[in-house]
Each structure stands twice: as structure tokens, then as C-alpha cells.
């Protein structure tokens, strides 16, 4: 058994382009509790006050797997634990445990930190027994591989202390990420002779060698792995618990997660690249489009017969699936897992699965993808079973975005005119920008009829160009995130301009609030 | 010393979204040999008239240091070696080395081939010989590791095929890219054992462990590597030679390209993105723009001074650059080493920088970041030094987007009025959505004034709603990316509207194009 600890949320955001907002954060904790990582470190409360807001949130939702912790450095030199700004702040996080990163690197302790090599090896210990009384305690030896290949003594000493303290688990930080897989091999043979505490393997990808480090970590006894969902992190990125996570059950009979949350794995990484504003990267290992493609010819009858020709492992034991670039033969079971988890009821044998497939199918090629819009997919399930009526008839809109000089902000202002059941509402709002302002005149329109309209909330959207989709003409995706009292939706639409992408996804996301309201069962959507 | 082997223009063109054309293949061949791998696999010119093409185009190439090599199937079952059409094929190129594969895996032999497992040996041994008399020959023994775990006996049988045929490498393929490292390592060590012959290494990234795998098995006693440059590669890629050189050269010592060519990786890698017309991967090890990027605080202080801190090889070792990042966490050595970093003349104790980080501090406060648009923030720097007349004053725009009809896509159109020198320009034009008609309308009005903005290109933009900066009027971050036929530039805007926010960067984004003209220093701009 292996436990695994992701760090999406904390190391996973120090990358140059990820920037998560507290509900994307909140959103993410929910999908790798359901993935069922064992660990969810969810920031750095003494680093920035969005981490301090995050923690806040979480205390009111409940993870059925996973444990939430926060993250801090050991405390500064001179100072008392209890007295400590950074200590107090991972107490104030409320999360029941907390990893205590400490400096096991000469180099560091004696330029960076300009602290004695005892007062470091205080600071860990104070830091870990101070905190290992009050919640979960696991510690990160930073740079442990620099710093062991530098002073072997010292470091295993650094160690010690956090052991000694108490820590629960002893973590090897490769943080410069420049060690290569057969040093790692070495040095955790002889670290394992020191320690009693479980250790744990933080690797980074500077070499790129991060997850077959991991890997060799674990064969040499590590019962724990630091990683992110898609290796997302500083520089090159943190080891990719993506990839580490199939290797360990599927090649080394290693248990962490269960068979069926292994198939979510696809599902979980395309839910972060959404939720980052980044796009999938196709030639990902085991969860990427390209993993388990396969050309034409000779090469795609073998692998029809027999996938282990050309097939490291089966791909939809990690929610992927093989694709043979001619023509797509799979599709309908991915329906019906969705009907079912959406509980949409339609037969296996059925026309509407036909028509789903046939409508998704014209819809990717125009460039939608449903991860992180998932009440659209509803909806278009919902329209091929007849299901949903439209709420209203779109008669026309204008949107105005107006600059009279240069040192004023620009102005929207949108105007619509729509019918529901034969009456016609003609209105128009201003906005903050023309989305916004858009958003306000179709609300106007539609609370005339629809009053439970005001309940609903614009709370996120993303718009990203998707290159190459049709030549030059680039089209935009715009992603729109919805809430009301009780739950939270996203939308999608796409175009080639950004205002009519926008009005699909406004579109839907009051659509989805009506027949939402018309279910009225209540259940959470994700 | 390591033979560097490199299949770019063979493997990584079965990538899924990767196509060269000939002209493409005669210049990355040329880059290559400029790089100094030593042998460079052009094509399997049995499989496609393209790579016939390229053998015949490379006849008049003179190449300073590498190999060229063709690379064919071994004959066919019931054919003499001197009648099988591929390897006619192989010697028809021209090229002074041919590779030949061949089956190692019984399942394949059995089930793909369907031939005996002694005629498959046959197979091996005709074609190497035959070849051998003519040029030289190196033999890729394809799924090795698979067929070594199936049967090991059979697998090294057919190693011993070739090498007694006289094939002068023996290269062991990990064609499904499955295999662990640790598996590798103890599979390597095995095979020394019964092989004469230099052994060399071929690993795919499915298990994302191609790296790692390359340099354990040249740790095990391998003498050639193969790959790719960036790893491209079929399904999830080949090992990526842009690691492994600089890990085999700084980490492992091990000779393979002098230390002059080594700084060229960066521009090669780069100049292979280019002709693969595939957006650069930020995040990639070593040659990365996020490679070396440091973000704010301590970390930068502490690497500024000492760079072993935090970075694992010195980045102009393989022809890339420390970067610190400016965010809300800057201080002055950021801004000096920024400002250092874009020749900008401002002294340490300066007014410029106060006010340069006041500006800072205010507009990141607003919720700029500069990350990705540095070319906004050497504007600003230029505009605290007084350095940067405005290029036009606006009089005023107006952009209007209008949907008519359900079924109808929404069109864009924007009109603006603006003045250069007294004269004014009034126009207006249409687009696929409201930025890009914008966009259009600036740059028509421009043109008349500075002709070279019909140079730039709009590459990239990307909105982001900035939660919780200013209460309920979410604020919108525009990242512009913009490009000519030499630099790429990113520039941001700010606003309530999205519309005033792509203004902003839109307008910076031109100003930088005549900003830098007027510089005119020919330095590259990241």
C-alpha cells in the first residue's frame, strides 16, 4: 500500500500559468476526494491570504477520502513554535494535518537561512513536536538529495530530528529536481538504514525524470508519493501522480486507489487542465487523447486482435480508450456511464444514444468538450430524449462596448429582444463588459417570466482560443460557471466569436437553472 | 562517450499532429548536424514516397558531423534479402548507414508476422549480412524488453542474429514504452553478458519514463541513445535527446556534443517546434522558457546570489536563461535585474525604480501580472524613464456585435477614430468576434502612419475573470501574445471589460512592435 499526496493545490500553483481562484480550488479538492487520494495538500496559509480563505471554506465540506493539509515552513530561527507567525497560521488552517517543511542542505541552512546547523536541526524538531500535539504532523526534508549528496551525515540528522519529534511520515524532497533515478536508487538504500518513520518521495521534473523516480522510490521502500494531477508545478513540474498512479497498480501491484476510481483518472486530469485554463495535453501518458492512438495499416489490425502488441496496458482502466483513426467504434458505453451518473434513464439499445453520439460527435468537431461543463452535456442528453422544452425564442441582441476618450474605460450596454409562449420582452442593461452586459439584458427578459432567474449567479468564465481547429479562422471556447442557493454548473459554448460563444453558454446555464428547478431533485451537480 | 542517435525526422514524425515536409526535413537535418548528433534517421523510404524524396533532396546535403541513416523493416518471410523491396528500398536512398528492425517478441513473431520463430531469425541475420556487404548496418531489436519478459532466451537469440551478422550497434527498443526503470536496469545487465556488439537504447514515453530509462540503461554500459528532439513521438513520444544530452554531458560526465554545441540545444529545440508549427512547451526541462523562471521573495534573493540554490544546471550551459518572474512579490533586485535583463540603463539607488515598483505595486494591485507579458512591463519601465513617446491619442471607438435571428451566428464590427501628428484617421472593420474586429480596425488606422504594423500577428490571447479583486465587479485579465517574422511578445490589459482590458493589451502590443523597431538592436525578445 502506498498512500498518495497530491499537491495540486500548493506546489501545483507555483507553475508560471496556473492560477486557481478559491472556488477552483475548492472544486478540485472535491474531484481528488473522489479520485480518493489519500492526502490533499491544499496551500501554504502563511504565504498569501487567498490559501488563509481556501482553508476557510474546506471547514465547512465534507471529503469522504481524503485528508486536508496545509503547508508551512518550520519555524524561524529564535522564535518559539507557539510564537511563530507561519506555525500559528497552519494551526488557524483548522486542516487535521499539516506538512512541516525544514532545510536538510548546508548550503541553505548556512546562505540561506543563516542559521547554525543545530539551530536547524531545533527548528525542525520544535516545529514537528510543537504541531505533532496538536494535529497530524509530516514533514518534507527540502533539497534531501542535494543536501545528502553534499553531507550525508548531516542530512540523515536533519531527519532524525523530525523523527524524533514525531512526524508520521518522513518525505524526500528532490526540490531542485536534479537527481538522476539511479542516485535516487542509491541514497534511499542507505537513508532506509536510519529511519524508522515511513518515508515519502517529492519529486521534481527538471531532469525529467520525476515520475520513474517516484517509481524507484517506491521499489526501495517509500510508502508515500508527493505529486500533482497532470505534474503541474515550479519550472518543469512536480512529479506526475497521473502517471505514477497507473504504474503503481497496473506494473508494480501496488495498491493506493480502487480499480473503479482508477477509471476517473482521465476524467480528473481534464477537470484540472479546465479548471487551470490550460489545454490537454494530447501526448500525456496513459490519460492523454494521443496514449493510446494508433495509426493506420498493419499496426492497428494487430493491436484490434491483440491490444498487448501495441498497448502497455489496457487504456480504459484509466477511464481512456483506444483510438484507431479511422472510424470511432466505442462512444456508446461513455454515454451510458454518463446517463446513469447524470440520472438520465436511457435503454442501451436505444435511439437517443445513436442521436447523442451523433450530436456529440458533430459537436467536438466544431470544437466543444463537456469536462467542466458537464450541465450542457445534460442538456444536450436531456434535448435528444425530448426531455427539455426551450424556455424561450431568441428574436435578436446587440451588444455596444463604447470608448469616447482615452482616459475613460470603455462602456456595454446590450439590448434583446425574446418571446416566451407568444409574448414579446424587448430590454436592454449595461455591463461591466459586453458578456456581463449581455448576461444582465437575457436576465431582464427572462425574470419577467421566469422569476427564479434572479437566484443565479455569472461566478466564473474562461474563454480560450482553440488553435488550429479550423485554419486560420481560430475559434473561442467560452467555459461559464453558474451557481445558485444550492448548486454550481458549468456551461460551454463555441465560436468563432467570443459574444456568440458566450451567449450559447449564458444560454444554457439558464436553461439548466430552469429545468433544474423543474427536476427539483435537489442533487448536487458537479 | 555516447553515440547520439537521433530519430526526429522518423519516429517523431508518427506523432499525431507532427508532418514535415521535405524542405522541413532537409533544414532540421541540417540544424541536427549543426547540434553534432552523430547519426540522423531521415525516414523508412520503404513506407512513403515523401521519405524517397527526402533521401534523394539529402544527396546534395553535405553533412560537417552526423551519419545519415535509412530505416527498413528486415526482409520478408519467403523472399531472398537482395529481391525484398524494402531493403532495395535502404540501399536506393543512398544513405552511408541503414537501420534494420527486427521482431524479438514471439507474440509478435507468432500472431504479426506469422512466420516460425527460427525463419524469423533468419529473417534478422539475411538482412543484416546482406546489407553489411554494402553499407553500414545497425540493428533495432523492436519490442526488446516485452519479448526479453516473454522469453528471454528467444529474445537474445535473436540479438545474436544480427551481431553475428555483423550489425555494428544492437539497439534494444522499448517500442511500447511500458518498461519500468528499474526493470530496464536489470534487464541491461542481463544482456551484457551475451553481447559483444556496442548495445544501444530506444525508449518510448508511455510510462513517462523515457528518460530515465535512456540514461539507466547508458549507466548499464549502452553506448548509443536514440530519440527526438522535444521527444516527439508517436502515442505519448520517444525519449527526449533535449534531457538526455545535457544529463549525460553535466550530470553523468559522459562525452557525446562539445560544450559550444551544447548551447545551441535551446535554439535547436525551438527551431524544431517552429517547422512542427506547434506552440514551444514552456515547461520543458532544461530548454523551458519556465525551465529556470523564478518567482518573487527569498527564493529570487537567494538565487540571485547563489544559483545553485534553486537551479539544478547552470541554464546557459544548454543555451537558455535564468528568469525571474515579476509578481506581486518583487522587490528591487527584481526590477534591477529586469531592467538589466532588457538593457534598460537605470542605477541601483535610482527614482526610476521607486517609481517604476510604486507603478508596479498600484497596477498589480489591480490585478496586472506580468507573467507572460513582458513586453507591457518594459514598456512600463520605459515610460518611468521617460524613454517612450505615445505612438497615437485615440478619440474614440466604438465595437458592436449583434445576433439577429436564433440561428444566426452574432457579427462584429468596430469603428474607431484616432490621431497621429494632427492627422486623423476614422475607420472601421469587421471581425470574427469583438477583440479581433478591434484588433482589425487599430491596426487599418495605424497602418497609414507605421506600415510595419502589418507585420504583427495576433498569436494568442487569453481572458481570466480575477475573483474576489474588487468585491462583486469581478475584474478581467486580457493576456495578448503577438508575434513578427523574428519575436513573440506578450502584453496585458486590466478592466471591469473585457473589451477595455484586450484594448489595452492590443495597444500595447503594437506599441512594443514600433518600440522595438525603433530600438532596433536585433535582440531576440522572449
Known amino acids: 500500500m502506498v498512500k498518495l499526496y497530491d499537491t495540486t493545490l500548493r506546489d501545483g500553483t507555483q507553475a508560471e500559468d496556473i492560477s ?36 476557510k471554506a474546506m471547514q465547512s465540506e465534507r471529503l469522504k477520502n481524503s485528508v486536508l493539509v496545509s503547508f508551512g515552513a518550520t519555524r ?73 549528496k553534499d553531507d550525508p551525515e548531516y542530512a540523515v540528522q ?56 517516484t517509481l524507484v522510490a517506491v521499489k526501495e521502500g517509500a510508502t508515500m508519493v508527493q505529486g500533482t494531477i497532470n505534474g503541474f508545478g515550479e519550472r518543469c513540474g512536480n512529479a506526475n501522480l497521473c502517471s505514477i ?84 467504434l466505442s462512444g456508446r458505453s461513455n454515454i451510458l456511464f454518463k446517463a446513469e451518473e447524470y440520472g438520465v434513464d436511457i435503454e442501451s439499445g436505444s435511439e437517443v444514444v445513436k442521436n447523442v453520439l ?26 435528444a430524449l425530448k426531455k427539455k422544452e426551450r424556455s424561450f425564442r431568441l428574436l435578436g441582441f446587440r451588444v455596444i462596448d463604447e470608448k469616447r476618450k482615452e482616459d475613460e474605460e470603455a462602456h456595454a450596454e446590450a439590448i434583446i429582444k425574446l418571446e416566451v409562449g407568444g409574448v414579446v420582452e424587448h430590454t436592454a442593461a449595461d455591463g461591466n463588459g459586453p458578456v456581463n452586459a449581455l448576461d444582465a439584458a437575457l ?5 419577467r417570466f421566469y422569476p427564479s432567474i434572479k437566484e443565479v449567479k455569472l461566478l466564473d468564465f474562461k474563454v480560450r482560443v482553440l488553435a488550429g481547429v479550423q485554419g486560420t479562422a481560430a475559434k473561442v471556447r467560452v467555459l461559464v460557471e453558474s451557481g445558485d442557493a444550492t448548486d454550481k454548473w458549468g456551461t460551454v459554448g463555441v465560436s468563432d466569436n467570443v459574444i456568440e460563444a458566450s451567449w450559447q453558454a449564458l444560454v444554457d446555464a439558464l436553461e439548466y437553472k430552469l429545468f433544474k428547478d423543474r427536476k427539483k431533485t435537489g442533487r448536487k451537480v458537479k
Not at 472556488?23 to 490559501?51: A, C, M, Q, T, Y
Open 245 to 328: 498512479i497507473p504504474a503503481l497498480k497496473l506494473k508494480m501491484g501496488i495498491d493506493c486507489i480502487t480499480d473503479e476510481r482508477l477509471k476517473k483518472l482521465r476524467d480528473t486530469a481534464r477537470f484540472v487542465y479546465e479548471l487551470a485554463n490550460l489545454p490537454h495535453f494530447k501526448h500525456q501518458p496513459y490519460v492523454g487523447d494521443s496514449a493510446f492512438a494508433h495509426k493506420g495499416g498493419i499496426h492497428v489490425s494487430a493491436v484490434l486482435k491483440n491490444p498487448l502488441t501495441y498497448e502497455h496496458v489496457r487504456p480504459e482502466l484509466v477511464g481512456n480508450r483506444q483510438r484507431v483513426l479511422v472510424s470511432d
Open 158 to 213: 536533519t531527519l532524525a530530528a523530525a523523527e524524533d519529534a514525531g512526524a508520521e511520515t518522513i518525505v524526500l524532497c528532490d526540490t531542485n529536481g536534479g537527481t538522476l533515478t539511479f542516485e535516487i536508487s542509491e541514497i534511499m538504500k542507505e537513508v532506509g538504514r536510519h529511519l524508522k518513520a515511513p518515508v515519502g518521495i517529492h519529486a521534481h521534473n527538471d531532469s525529467e525524470s520525476a515520475v520513474a523516480n
Open 358 to 383: 451523433n450530436e456529440l460527435k458533430e459537436l467536438e468537431h466544431r470544437g466543444f468538450q463537456y469536462e467542466g461543463a458537464e450541465a450542457s452535456f445534460e442538456l444536450l442528453m436531456n434535448r
Open 443 to 447: 436576465r431582464k427578459a427572462l425574470e
Open 20 to 55: 486557481f481562484s478559491v472556488e477552483d480550488k475548492v472544486r478540485i479538492s472535491r474531484k481528488l476526494d473522489d479520485l480518493g487520494v489519500h492526502f490533499i495538500e491544499g496551500g501554504w496559509p502563511g504565504s498569501n491570504p487567498r490559501d488563509i480563505e481556501f482553508f
Open 76 to 148: 524561524r530561527a529564535g522564535v518559539k513554535a507557539k510564537d511563530d507567525a507561519n506555525i500559528k497560521a497552519l494551526l488557524a488552517s483548522k486542516s487535521p494535518a499539516v506538512t512541516v517543511f525544514g532545510k536538510t542542505w548546508k548550503l541553505h541552512v548556512l546562505k540561506a537561512l543563516r542559521v547554525s546547523l543545530d539551530e536547524n536541526l531545533e527548528m525542525i524538531f520544535d516545529s514537528v513536536s510543537y504541531l505533532k500535539k496538536r494535529v497530524r504532523v509530516l514533514y518534507d526534508a527540502e533539497h534531501f538529495f542535494d543536501g545528502y
